[in-house]
């Protein structure tokens, strides 16, 4: 049985001469195993703990000399065990919690004298150096030489890039680092993205900058990512579309999407509350959709897109006369604030309600409606505008929806009123 941890004996006699200990631990393996007492001439049982400065490791008898164990934060990964004698304590910690109470629950049986062959025992020799290095948390690869083909990634990272190798696909061993904090994937060749990147359940930064990637998929969305992304990373790729869901990722805080070919963003992408940095510049966007104003950024970029000229009198009409049924239903649905779900409707019904507009007058209306677009200056969301075009304007058209034919009249009414003024 071994066990790499972080390791302090503690001396308990040190108080008693008006001394303390370190207070730091030392990265350790420790293992359980026989060794032979060269004074009695008897096979024991013992603790062996090897650090980096103590190759050939310190070993404590545990047959009948164990006084307690400290397990409160075992879930955790630490504990303490104390000796009787010497009059020492054990304290771990950076542990894998689950590796951690199985060599408990061993040293314990050797306490005890449990000799039957379910001890699980290992030989007591010296570690490599290597076996009591500190976890790496940090890996950075630049090259194709530098990329490890028969060696893994280490367990323990939290933050790495993979650059400039040239990835057809994300590799499957960058998927089982659950440490993962920051994975930047720049300069790749990346054309897909897998679903089980979203079971990376620590992730806060994705960094895909300069790949070759066509699509960002629906169910990275509906992952663990919801709860953990905060930075994300698109541009230089191909992206001519983000899915509606994208929007569930509600803790991004910074996203990049430059030079795509986005002919349009997410459609209620104002509900990314907590987004303070956009930056969509040189796509392809004619108009941006009616959600982003409810967005409240801190700096704001969407320069190089061929913003059309609005214009209030230019509109779309899909209006039924009268409304269909789907149609009054629908908005019934939302209006009362029913409940809905792939359990209860038909998927294609619950997507046109997740995609259902709201008019001026704040009813909700889906496949039937009048469309056009309004200038709006873009620092009513935003406290730093970078300039639309060369010529220093901060306007962008904006898409609005109107219910009825009664809604869009009082809309014009009201826009004839104010350019009178």
């Not at 290992?122 to 490890?148: C, F, G, N, Q």
């Not at 190798?165 to 993205?193: F, G, I, W």
Request: with cysteine.
């Amino acid at each position: 049985m071994k066990l790499q941890c972080d390791v302090e004996v503690v001396n308990r006699m040190l108080p008693t001469y008006g001394m303390k200990g370190r207070g730091k631990g030392a990265r350790a393996v420790l293992s359980i195993g026989r060794h032979l007492d060269k004074t009695s001439q008897r096979t024991c049982i013992y603790l062996m703990i090897c650090t980096a400065k103590d190759k050939v490791g310190s070993k404590y008898k545990l047959k009948e000399n164990i006084e307690k164990f400290f397990t409160w934060f075992v879930e955790e990964g630490k504990a303490t065990v104390r000796l009787k004698e010497p009059a020492v304590d054990v304290c771990l910690s950076k542990a894998d919690a689950n590796s951690l109470k199985n060599f408990l629950s061993a040293a314990r049986l050797a306490h005890r004298g449990s000799e039957n062959d379910t001890l699980p025992l290992s030989t007591l020799t010296p570690v490599r150096a290597r076996d009591v290095e500190k976890p790496k948390k940090k890996l950075t690869i630049v090259s194709k030489k530098e990329y490890p083909l028969t060696s893994g990634f280490p367990y323990s990272l939290e933050n790495l890039q993979v650059s400039y190798c040239k990835l057809a696909r994300v590799d499957v061993r960058m998927l089982s680092l659950k440490c993962l904090r920051r994975l930047d994937l720049s300069n790749n060749h990346l054309k897909k993205l897998p679903a089980a990147l979203g079971e990376l359940g620590c992730l806060a930064e994705l960094v895909l900058h300069n790949n070759h990637l066509e699509a960002f998929g629906a169910a990275l969305c509906l992952s663990g990512l919801q709860r953990t992304l905060q930075s994300l990373d698109l541009s230089q790729n191909r992206l001519q579309a983000l899915p509606a869901q994208f929007c569930q990722l509600r803790e991004l805080v910074n996203l990049k999407l430059d030079y795509n070919r986005l002919a349009r963003l997410p459609f209620h992408v104002g509900r990314l509350a907590k987004l303070r940095f956009l930056s969509a510049a040189h796509n392809r966007l004619p108009f941006l959709p009616a959600d982003f104003r409810r967005l409240s950024l801190e700096n704001l970029d969407l320069f190089g897109n061929p913003f059309e000229q609005p214009n209030p009198l230019d509109h779309t009409i899909r209006l039924s006369f009268p409304l269909t049924l789907q149609e009054m239903a629908s908005r019934s649905v939302i209006n009362l604030r029913i409940p809905y779900g792939p359990r209860l409707l038909p998927a294609h019904l619950c997507q046109d309600l997740e995609l259902a507009k709201t008019c001026d007058c704040g009813r909700p209306c889906l496949s039937s409606y009048i469309q056009t677009a309004v200038g709006m200056n873009l620092h009513q969301v935003s406290h730093t505008v970078v300039l639309v075009d060369d010529m220093g304007g901060t306007e962008a058209p904006v898409q609005r929806h109107f219910c009825s034919l009664t809604c869009y009249s009082q809309f014009l009414d009201r826009s004839l009123q104010r350019s009178l003024r």
